[in-house]
């Protein structure tokens, strides 16, 4: 019957037969079909493959749409053992802002013993440690409340590399700014004063616009679309940069970094941004490569710069 399809999935060194398939059915759906009859693969451990060395088919490609004839076979990958970003974002964060505080209040066995539960006699520890509480608590609603995920999983061994990352840098960063020897920034009072402004500017801009990139994506679709400024002056900023929630993320960082001047905060924002500049630049090729109508005046993080 030449309106069904034969799909074959090769797993080396064999190849496993599934059902008939309709030529509109989803690669999302063959994953299913898979599933059944290889429980030990879920779908979101699946990636099929038109090429042993191709990219992943994304699960809403439809048979009748790809390179295929009547008769078709995939490649099959395992991704290994998969969790939600949602239980990986709200793991990474929580342990930041538990870290910090367990410092902030100088628990036993991190200073000298006469410190134990002290505070410190500089309102700038306090002000820093509200600063960065609200971050991580505005990460944690975010990720309940606003973002909307592409991918529902990612491969459960980033969990371990990404609180790796988040709960070293907190307390090393917390150790140094808590401590019963921290001195103020240079500058003082004008100092601290600038860096919350830069800070609390970046925070507000950074919502802002994972608000308007929530709006873009309607609930449970995958849907992408090209990000423009809205009503909101903080978004405006769209019409220079593809990635303006990296942008805001290194500016409160940057703010963090004045109004501690704290080494380790300051290396924490410089790897950051490394990280944040390889993700923008990755967004933005994959624009220009979606939509021939972006905008050619953007640049990946980093207005005419980078």
């Not at 769209?238 to 300051?266: H, I, R």
Request: include cysteine; charge should be positive.
């Amino acid at each position: 019957n030449s309106s069904r399809l034969v799909l074959f999935v090769e797993i080396q060194p064999q190849h496993c037969k599934t059902n008939r398939v309709e030529p509109n059915a989803t690669i999302g759906e063959i994953k299913s079909m898979f599933h059944k009859s290889h429980p030990q693969w879920y779908p979101a451990r699946q990636s099929i493959r038109l090429d042993p060395k191709g990219k992943s088919l994304k699960d809403e490609d439809v048979l009748q749409h790809l390179p295929v004839g009547t008769t078709a076979t995939f490649y099959f990958r395992d991704l290994g053992a998969q969790i939600s970003w949602v239980t990986v974002f709200l793991t990474e964060y929580t342990g930041p802002l538990v870290i910090y505080l367990m410092f902030y209040f100088r628990v036993p066995f991190i200073y000298a013993s006469k410190y134990d539960f002290t505070t410190s006699k500089h309102w700038v520890v306090h002000l820093a440690c509200m600063c960065h509480s609200f971050h991580y608590v505005k990460r944690l609603l975010e990720t309940l409340f606003v973002h909307r995920f592409s991918h529902g999983t990612m491969p459960l061994r980033n969990i371990f590399k990404n609180c790796t990352y988040y709960w070293g840098f907190a307390a090393w960063m917390a150790y140094y700014i808590n401590h019963p020897l921290y001195t103020p920034p240079i500058y003082g009072e004008q100092q601290i004063r600038l860096a919350l402004i830069i800070f609390l500017f970046c925070q507000i801009g950074n919502f802002s616009i994972h608000i308007a990139l929530r709006n873009l994506r309607p609930p449970g679709s995958k849907t992408r679309k090209i990000p423009y400024p809205t009503k909101n002056p903080f978004t405006w900023i769209f019409l220079l940069v593809s990635c303006p929630n990296y942008t805001y993320e290194l500016g409160s960082w940057l703010g963090f970094t004045l109004m501690t001047q704290c080494l380790p905060v300051a290396f924490f924002t410089l790897v950051g941004f490394v990280q944040m500049t390889v993700w923008a630049k990755g967004k933005h090729r994959s624009y220009l490569k979606e939509f021939r109508d972006y905008p050619p005046l953007r640049s990946p993080i980093l207005p005419f710069i980078l």
